[in-house]
């Protein structure tokens, strides 16, 4: 039988560290072409750097390339609704734990969404990952952004 690999992303960046969404539109929105990795990693927080690299950036040899998200960016201009939502979605997609989380936990059945869940700790579900803080980080990033 011919098993083929999972095409969903596998990044696995820290999630007990709680980074303001604005700090990365900061670091994203320096990238004005590709750039030398060492280079970006330089001119921000290490800490930032490292979960901006798991949760938005593409690098690749060494480099980080301007992607679709910086070019949205760079075309929105500001820290907008659309550069939130498309943050948030890669932020999530690209996690494992937090893309099952809202597959999981948050989606229902019937393809809606259940809000109770963000008063609720569930730091059971991010246990080996965080938990509480991890938890806590997710909601926190939601409302931050006015995804709720």
Known sequence: MLRLANPL???GGSLSKYIRA???YDLLSSITHDIREA???????PDL????KARYLV???GFVRRD????????????????KM??????????????EFICNVVGQKDGKWDPTVFSDTHSEF???AGGRKAFTNLRQFLFQTGIR
């Open 86 to 99: 498309v943050m948030y979605f890669l932020f999530m997609f690209r996690d494992r734990r937090y893309r």
């Open 39 to 45: 280079q970006l990693r330089a001119k921000f927080d």
């Open 68 to 83: 679709k998200l910086v070019d949205l960016i760079h075309d929105e201009g500001a820290f907008s609704e659309r550069v």
């Open 9 to 11: 992303p596998q990044y």
């Open 126 to 128: 991010f246990e080996h």
């Open 22 to 24: 604005e700090k990365y």
């Open 49 to 52: 750097y490292a979960t901006a």
């Open 59 to 61: 690098v690749e040899n």
